[in-house]
């Protein structure tokens, strides 16, 4: 294959109003088409989900806090979603909301309680939310591919890559890139992008460097072959 870097250049993220973007919207339906029942959980009852540190970590102080002076001034607008664990409940959907109302001293806050799924369907839930109520960067979109890749892996279940990028709301243009990525990175690679000690662009440069050597020596063999 041969890799032109000037048509796989993306460093940002965007979805058209097209057939494709509505195919994406219909993948995330199983999510959010079923209703459940709006219920005032105590907020010690509530435990933060320790997966969603791929979306937590991106919030700052001051977002927080203008969280909490939007919820004081109009109240909340969307209820939290939880699903059970043990005797508590495991967020899935408002850790932000959470946190807000944690620094406003309340001590309920209105939840909607989703059936426990699994690891797998727990954090298909956790992404699609996630990346329903954010606008977030490439980077953070390509390491939750990643994320379910490997979640489905550990989970000895085979899926196409083409159906993890629609719970990711991807297009497929991206989904091809994003496995491209995943699948040639070099080791460690991906960790270093992960904490942040590899920038999005020194990333996807790089790894688009190593798939080009790669064709470029396997040509070379076929032709002393």
Known sequence: M?????????T????????????INNAIDEVTSTKYDVVNIPIEDIEFNPKNTRFSNIDTDEEIEELATSIKLYGLIH??????HGDKYMLFSGERRTRAYIMLGRRTIPAMVYPDTGDLGNMEKLYTTNLQSRILDIRTRFLAYKDLREE???????AKSADIAKKLQLSSSYEKKFKLLYQNAEDGDI??????DMTWEEFY?????????????????????
């Open 12 to 23: 940002s993220f965007d979805i058209s109003a097209t057939k494709e973007a509505q195919e």
């Open 205 to 225: 440069r790089h790894t688009l460097d190593v798939v080009a050597a790669r064709e470029n020596n396997s040509y070379k063999k076929r032709i002393e072959i």
């Open 152 to 158: 489905y892996e550990n989970e000895s279940k085979t």
């Open 79 to 84: 209820p939290v979603a939880v699903f059970p």
């Open 2 to 10: 041969k890799v032109n870097k000037k048509s796989n250049d993306f």
């Open 191 to 196: 960790e270093l992008l992960q904490s942040g």
